[in-house]
């Protein structure tokens, strides 16, 4: 029986995450049910465990949130991750396979897509405390083979308002005239369910190092807005500035999982549309 050791299973993509692992039998999945800041319980679930893996998927998001504050966001994504790392080192006795979760954040505005190996500069407070816990990890780990997901702009129709997104669908869903400072934006959307099988592959294959979770599919939100005005008649006034491209490369992810068929864009709008605002 291969052990995983599994934080942040409670949300949105850990319990996607978790629904999935549970369908394996060769796996069983200890959940880390307290403060990620508790040290002494974070060393004490580590060596009374002894996983083979284990999957960190617990952080403070989403960045407005995180920007409201940051102390607290600090400590949770930066100290609960060097709270695991130390547990790890001081108390595994065989190596453990490490999943760390971070954020296409972590990089800068680019007109050209952003590899693995692009610069981290951080575009937000939330971007900045994945890079120190990155960081962190590369530079502390003894025992682990890690592998750093950063995952694009993530989505879910169980997300609140916080999120872009859903923000947008629920304005415009009340009629709402929806002002957006600038539409020369890119991004790319990734749906919960797309990120948790992906990051299963990860961990059945043990890929190593930094992979971009993203998908093929690069959004400008001029489109986008566009999109939701022809076909859900929103009514969205926006300007069109200075570009703000977070464009990920996934093609390092798409060699070593193989072929993978995301979900579209339009696709995760119709799910948000049908399981959250149309019952």
Known sequence: MIK???????????????????KKKKYRVYKFKYNILNKKRVLSWIKKNQFNIIIHLAALVPTNKVD?????SKRVNVQGTKNLIDGINKFQKEKVYFLFSSTSHVYSFNIKKNRENSKVLGISKYGK??????KYIKTKSNKTDICIARI???????????????????????KELIHFKNSNVVRNFIHVSDVSKILLKLVERRVKGIINVSTSEKTLFKRLFDLFSKKYHFKIHSGYYKPEYLDLSNKLLLKKIGKYNFMKLEKIIEKIYGERYQK
């Open 129 to 134: 405390t994945k890079i120190a816990a990155e």
């Open 152 to 174: 694009s702009s993530l989505v879910s129709e169980k997300q609140t308002n916080n999120f872009f997104l859903l923000n947008l669908i629920s304005k415009g869903k009340r």
């Open 68 to 72: 409201k504050n940051y102390s607290l």
């Open 4 to 22: 995983i050791g599994l934080t942040g299973f409670s949300g949105i993509l850990g319990s996607s995450l978790l629904s999935l692992i549970s």
